[in-house]
């Protein structure tokens, strides 16, 4: 293997040798992200956020009992699957409650979009990166649970219980004291778009190309860079995220002084014992101004050719890859509207049942990439993106989420994500492109998609003026 990172030691899976103990038990109702953000500086670059979509399920994740950090052999999920799956047959798990989602032992982290090439931007995260955490505080069905992993049954640690009794006290907003958001503006931001023309340039090679036979569809993504003076605090961009994307995925992935963070509205597949869904999130338009524009808006969206053939190619991916795996597969004729606050997507989720229990690695490999990130047919799509793309993907596009000891878990699609290094944080967008695309229809959709990381980090958008103009 090549790069920089390529004679890096400890980057592969640990010893899965000791006996793994989890104990779970049931603590106060407290809010998870106030305990994440108050709590996190007690395990400086070693914690995980996660929010479900459309759902009041939360999980913490506070330092590691396992770090996870590997480069692919032959095959990224399979390996992982057998290393887990080597590490539950010692477990030992004390929990009273039943099996209660995200409770117990479970791995939390991300997959690179492909194996990495080149590690000068995602080099400490590899091709896979996870946890296994130390401490996971989850809220799931309105209880909240504490999970402690380790080598021995150890206590309820000092610090969650005084949480619990100050937690009252205080809201997010005593915790970022700022008028234009939870700190969002504080501090002079400034944005660059990374090479627009020339971005703009390969996106007509690539519809060239698709309308010489080349391949039927292709996404291209694109970076923003945004400097902050005095550095960039992880915990008050999800505060941001949390309070404006309520309807999506929340994820913040930390790893030592990098974190990836993000606010996707896609899902890449979710197991709960035998039941299995996935869902097609492609072909993007804005939000109106005003109700009547919006609904004007949603109904074109609904019968726009260019934007349903970009949803046609996964919807038909998708369902070929699940009815692979499941029974009983439902999937909707017609693809509806989602709405989110800056952006509405065509929707069309895919629910079936697991022929086989434990397959969930195997769903999430033939599900990835998606046409909704590579393209169609994949191969011909994924040797474009490597032609055509000015940056490495590595988490962005990729998947992000979770698994536990039941092979129960969910993954979501790593995108409307940023990643952050002290005063720097690097924006991804895609779109997808077909043979109707045109260069600057599809730049423009990518400006809409990084509004929300934008506004997230520095409280501005491209309508503020004054901080986008420069471009490198
Ligand atoms: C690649 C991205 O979006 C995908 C998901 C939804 C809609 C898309 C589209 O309409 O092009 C993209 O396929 C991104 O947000 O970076
Ligand atoms: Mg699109």
């Known amino acids: 293997m090549n790069g920089p990172f390529a004679a890096e030691r400890g980057a592969d899976f640990p010893s899965s ?48 009992a396992k770090i996870i950090r590997f480069r692919e052999k032959k095959d990224r999920f399979l390996e992982l699957k ?21 409770t117990g032992p479970l791995l939390f982290g991300g997959f690179s979009f492909r194996p990495l090439k080149d590690g000068a931007l995602w080099g400490n995260f590899l091709d896979g990166f996870f946890y296994l955490p130390r401490y996971l505080l989850t809220k799931a069905d309105g209880e909240t649970y504490l999970t402690v992993n380790g080598g021995e049954e ?53 519809i060239s190309l698709l309308k010489e036979g080349y391949g039927e569809k292709v996404v291209l993504a694109r970076e923003m860079k945004v400097a902050c003076e005095g550095g960039i605090d992880a915990g008050m961009v999800l505060a941001n995220l949390f309070r404006s994307q309520t309807a999506n995925y929340l994820f913040l992935l930390e790893n030592g002084g990098e974190a990836f963070i993000g606010a996707s509205p896609e899902r890449l597949a979710r197991k ?22 919006d609904e004007r808006i949603g109904r074109e969206l609904l019968s726009d050719e260019k934007n349903l ?71 011909a799509a994924l040797e474009l993106i490597g032609r055509l793309e000015l940056f490495e993907r590595g988490l962005y596009g990729a998947p992000i989420g979770w698994v536990d000891h039941r092979m129960d878990g969910e993954f979501a699609v790593g995108i409307r994500s940023a990643l952050i290094r002290g005063n720097e944080a690097r924006l991804f967008a895609g779109c997808g492109i077909v043979k109707d695309s045109e260069a600057e229809k599809e730049f423009a959709e990518t400006r809409v998609k990084f509004r929300p990381m934008l506004r997230a980090l520095c409280g501005k958008t491209w309508d503020d003026g004054g901080m986008f103009d420069e471009r490198e």
């Not at 057998?82 to 995200?102: M, Q």
């Open 17 to 64: 040798e000791n006996v793994l103990i989890s104990k779970v038990v049931k603590v106060k109702n407290i809010d998870p992200l106030k305990f994440f953000l108050e709590n996190r500086r007690f395990f400086p670059g070693r914690n995980f956020f996660w929010k479900e979509k459309d759902s009041d399920f939360f999980m913490a994740g506070f330092g590691a």
């Open 82 to 102: 057998r290393y887990w799956e080597d590490i539950c047959e010692k477990l030992i798990i004390n929990n009273p409650y039943g099996p209660v989602r995200g």
């Open 154 to 206: 150890e206590a309820v640690p000092e610090w969650v219980n005084r949480f619990s009794e100050e937690a009252e006290g205080f809201g997010l907003a005593e915790m970022f004291p700022d008028e234009s958001g939870f700190g969002a503006g504080a501090y002079p931001a400034k944005g660059t778009e990374l090479q627009p023309e020339r971005w703009k340039e390969h996106v007509g090679k690539a």
């Open 272 to 293: 709960d014992g035998e039941r299995i869904c996935s869902e097609c999130v492609a072909g993007s338009a804005p939000r109106g101004k005003d109700p009547q524009e």
């Open 309 to 379: 053939q970009e949803h046609r190619f996964v919807v038909e991916m998708i369902t070929g890859a699940m009815a692979r795996y499941c029974r009983d597969l439902r999937v909707p004729e017609q693809p509806v509207i989602l709405n989110n606050p800056d952006i509405k997507h065509l929707y069309t989720p895919v629910a079936g049942i697991l022929r086989e229990d434990g397959a969930f690695f195997d769903v999430l490999r033939s599900l990835h990439p998606t046409p909704a990130l590579g393209g169609t047919p994949r191969d």
